[in-house]
C-alpha cells in the first residue's frame, strides 16, 4: 500500500468497532503495508467476532507476504468502559456479547504468546495522530474523535493518561451545563457528549422540526431520508439556517470542552477527528466548525495558551486507531528493551 520501503520490525493493529473491524499490518514507521476490513458480528457473539478478526489477520498478512512469525507485537483497541491493565473489556454498550471478555490474553495465546497490548480506542487513535499523524511534532495533544458521541484522547510529555482506573481521557463526560442540562446517554446529565455528540445533533434538530421551525430538512425527511448527522451536515451545506445553528452551537460546545482542557493540561496542540467534523479539513463548512471552535476558546481561554496552542483537524481519518494501537505495541516493545 505504501511505495516505501518497508522498515523492521513489523506490528499488527487491531481496532475493533461496534460494527466493523479493522485490521493493518504497520512497519516501524508506521507505514501499513497492508489493510482489511471485516464485520465484528456482535450478535453472534464474541467468538464470531475473533474468528472474523484471526481470518483478516491472516489475509492482510498474505497481502504483504508475511507469516505471523514475521510479527513483533500486536495492539488491541476497543471503545467503550475497560480494564487496560487487565486487558479485558468491562461493559462495553456497542459490544455488550463482548462484556467481562479478556480479549488480550485470548488474542495473545492464540498467536503462542505473542506480544499483546490493549488499549482504548480513542487513546489508540490519539497515539495514531501522534505518532505519525497531525501531532508528530507535538509534545503534549488532545485528540477529541467526534461521532455518535464524543472521544478524546491525551498524551502529555509522550505518555498516553489512561488513569487509575482505566478512564482518564473520558473527557466528552465533562460537564458543561450544571443546571437543568441535556440527558447524555450516559445517564448524566450536562454533559459536553449531550450538547455536541452526533446522536445529541439528532435531538436537538427532531426537537426543534417538532416544534415548527422551517428547514429543508423537513422536505428531505418527506422524501424518506432519515435524519442523521450526515443529512443535517448536507442541510448545512446548502446554508439551511437551523442546521447551520445547530452545528456552529455544537462547535461552541466544544469550544468550552477545549478551554477547560487547555486550562488543565496546556497541551502543544488539540485535534478533531472523526464522522461528524461536517466536512472536515478544506471543506467550506468543517473550515466554519472549526473556526467557530476557535473563537469560542479564544473568548474563554488565557491569552498565553490559546495564542500558543494548535487547534485543528486530524490527518489519519478513520486509519486512526489501528495504526495507533500498532504503534502503542511498538512502544512497549522499546520500553522493554
Given amino acids: 500500500m505504501n511505495p516505501t520501503k518497508p522498515q523492521e520490525p513489523y506490528f499488527v493493529g487491531i481496532d475493533i468497532g461496534g460494527t466493523n473491524v479493522k485490521v493493518g499490518i504497520v512497519d516501524d514507521a508506521g507505514q501499513t503495508l497492508a489493510f482489511c476490513k471485516t464485520s465484528t458480528d456482535v450478535p453472534l457473539g464474541v467468538e464470531a467476532g475473533l474468528k472474523n478478526i484471526y481470518q483478516a489477520i491472516d489475509d492482510a498478512l498474505a497481502d504483504c507476504r508475511l507469516t505471523i512469525d514475521d510479527i513483533k507485537a500486536i495492539g488491541i483497541a476497543t471503545p467503550g468502559t475497560m480494564d487496560i491493565p487487565g486487558g479485558k473489556l468491562v461493559d462495553p454498550p456497542n459490544l455488550p456479547t463482548w462484556k467481562g471478555f479478556p480479549i488480550r490474553q485470548t488474542v495473545c495465546d492464540h498467536y503462542g504468546g505473542k506480544p499483546t497490548i490493549y488499549q482504548n480506542d480513542a487513546n489508540a487513535a ?15 495533544l488532545v485528540f477529541w474523535t467526534l461521532g455518535t458521541g464524543i472521544g478524546c484522547g491525551i498524551i502529555i510529555d509522550e505518555m498516553i493518561i489512561e488513569g ?13 451545563q450544571m443546571d437543568d442540562g441535556r440527558l447524555c446517554d450516559s445517564g448524566q446529565y450536562g454533559t459536553l457528549e449531550a450538547y455536541a455528540g452526533g446522536t445529541s445533533l439528532v435531538k436537538r434538530c ?36 437551523l442546521a447551520t445553528e445547530l452545528i456552529m452551537e455544537s462547535a461552541r460546545c466544544l469550544g468550552v470542552g ?12 488539540v485535534l478533531f477527528g472523526g464522522a ?45 486507531g489501528y495504526i495507533g494501537v500498532a504503534g502503542c505495541a511498538r512502544l512497549a516493545c522499546l520500553k522493554a528493551e
Avoid at 497515539?127 to 509534545?139: C, F, K, L, T
Fill in 258 to 269: 477545549t478551554t477547560n482542557l487547555m486550562h488543565t493540561i496546556d497541551p502543544d496542540m
Fill in 206 to 241: 427532531q426537537e426543534q422540526l417538532d416544534a415548527g421551525r422551517e428547514s429543508i430538512l423537513n422536505d428531505m425527511l418527506q422524501q424518506g431520508q432519515e435524519l442523521t448527522p450526515l443529512l443535517i451536515s448536507e442541510a448545512g451545506e446548502q446554508n439551511d439556517e
Fill in 126 to 140: 490519539t497515539y495514531g495522530e501522534y505518532w505519525i499523524g497531525g501531532a508528530r511534532e507535538a509534545h503534549s
Fill in 276 to 320: 461528524v467534523t461536517f466536512g472536515g479539513k478544506g471543506t467550506a463548512q468543517g473550515d466554519r466548525f472549526l473556526q467557530r471552535i476557535r473563537e469560542e476558546v479564544q473568548q474563554r481561554a488565557f491569552s498565553v495558551p490559546y495564542e500558543n496552542t494548535i487547534i485543528d483537524y486530524a490527518e489519519l481519518g478513520a486509519d486512526a
Fill in 164 to 176: 487509575r482506573h482505566s478512564h482518564g481521557g473520558e473527557c466528552g463526560h465533562i460537564v458543561i
